[in-house]
């Protein structure tokens, strides 16, 4: 069961994907006929004038595609015409535009007609009889459809569409996202000046996370367990005092002292709790979360399907970003319930986690959501956010897990 439903997902992002595609290649078709009018005016020595503007069009259509592909996008395109055409990057998007056009349209078109026809002609026994016998010819059948079983025979061509979503969706993905991922993505050079860039950053926010866990540590300790230690001191030496003139007193100075040591190891386990959870250790990734939906305020479902161990680092990471997130949940979102799944594919861990609340969830507006960006980030992961308003709210994580 648990394939089927794989399956059918990864069937439904197929679509999903191909008919994204189909826009870029929509935006690229208008892209591809200004640059062709463009070209026409070069004959008249107008079009000069107007072809930097032109591939500058088309490097808008083409980071389109590159946010769509996760791509790294490259800088400005130069200002003059002859400078632009000597640019590698306007070359190789400028073939990306002809493949992409054309390759790319036809997939997203695939993408679209087949869950389309698959729903009309599978339905189409139930309602054929009520359209005219002169217009009753259905889709991908090119004569007309008069009785039964010619509906029937109609049906199996939309079990055919099913199977080719089911069974060719993500390799027409492939098809249609190969331009774009060979062709759209920086010289190696570029790449690694980005990568550097980038690493630089995410290195600077894993020195801001630490030092603000440092801070965090260093406040409950402070604010807490040494407050709770100081007033353990006073009261033994109160006790101390007391110990001669007014013996019940001072029992009951030791039982005060006592309840605060108590209080001040429980706040020291908490803290240690902070730094790493001892539950990863004792049941692993997947008992720790359902020990926090079960503690979370708004029910909860755990769905994790990650074989074997992620590093220690990894597994907090997860545990603290879907332990923020549930406690965001319960305070902020007004939902009746929640969803965290986890995933693994290859070397990435895959958090979702979804409520159906209100949404409107910002990371400027003090719920947390900026802390977890860091934490994630400090690990060369992502996040990303989906709150409209109204709802619902899905936070997805990416983080690097190993082979």
Same mark, same amino acid.
């Given at each position: 069961m648990t394939r089927v439903r794989k399956r /059918? *997902?990864?069937s439904f992002d197929a679509v999903a994907r191909l008919v994204g595609g189909l826009g870029t290649a929509l935006l690229a078709l208008a892209a591809f006929l200004w640059l062709g009018v463009v070209v026409l005016l070069c004959c008249v020595g107008v079009g000069v004038l107007l072809l930097p503007a032109a591939l500058r !069009? /088309? @490097?808008a259509v083409a980071n389109r595609e590159r946010v769509r592909l996760d791509v790294l996008a490259p800088g400005p395109v130069p200002r003059r015409a002859r400078d632009a055409l000597r640019d590698v990057t306007v070359r190789r998007e400028l073939a990306w535009l002809l493949l992409h056009v054309t390759v790319g349209s036809a997939a997203g078109f695939i993408g679209l007609a087949a869950p389309a026809t698959a729903l009309q002609n599978t339905?189409? +026994? /139930?309602?054929?009889? *009520? $359209? +005219?016998?002169?217009d009753n010819t259905p889709s991908l059948i090119p004569w007309a459809v008069t009785n039964l079983t010619g509906a029937l025979a109609v049906s199996l061509t939309g079990v055919l569409c099913v199977v080719v979503i089911v069974g060719l969706g993500p390799s027409l993905v492939r098809v249609q996202e190969w331009p774009g991922r060979h062709l759209l993505t920086p010289p190696a050079g570029t790449d690694l000046s980005l990568r550097v860039a980038e690493l630089t950053a995410t290195r600077a926010a894993a020195l801001d996370a630490h030092a603000a866990e440092l801070r965090r540590i260093e406040r409950s300790l402070h604010d807490g367990t040494q407050n709770r230690l100081v007033a353990v001191t006073v009261l033994l030496g109160a006790a101390r @005092? !007391?110990?001669? *003139?007014? +013996? !019940?007193?001072?029992?009951? %100075?030791?039982? =005060?002292?006592q309840d605060a040591a108590e209080q001040a190891l429980a706040e020291l386990r908490a %803290? %240690? =709790? &902070?730094? $790493?959870?001892?539950? /990863?250790?004792?049941?692993? $990734?997947? &008992?720790?979360?359902?020990g926090l939906a079960g503690s979370c305020g708004v029910p909860c479902e755990v769905v994790?399907? %990650? +074989? &074997? @161990?992620?590093? !220690?680092?990894v597994e907090a990471t997860a545990y603290f970003v879907v332990a923020e997130a549930l406690s965001n949940v319960a305070k902020h979102s007004g939902a009746a319930s929640a969803v965290v799944e986890v995933g693994r594919e290859r070397d990435r861990l895959l958090l @979702?986690?979804?409520?159906?609340?209100r949404g409107g969830a910002d990371e400027r507006g003090g719920s947390g959501l900026s802390g977890i960006r860091r934490r994630i980030e400090a690990y060369d992961g992502r996040l990303t956010l989906d709150s409209p308003p109204g709802g619902p709210t899905t936070i997805e994580v990416d983080l690097p897990c190993g082979s």
């Open positions: /059918l *997902r990864a !069009a /088309l @490097r339905t189409y +026994p /139930l309602w054929y009889h *009520r $359209l +005219p016998p002169d @005092r !007391a110990v001669d *003139r007014d +013996p !019940a007193a001072a029992v009951d %100075v030791l039982d =005060r002292a %803290v %240690v =709790r &902070g730094i $790493l959870p001892p539950v /990863l250790a004792d049941r692993g $990734l997947a &008992g720790a979360l359902a994790v399907d %990650v +074989p &074997g @161990r992620c590093a !220690a680092s @979702r986690i979804s409520d159906d609340g």
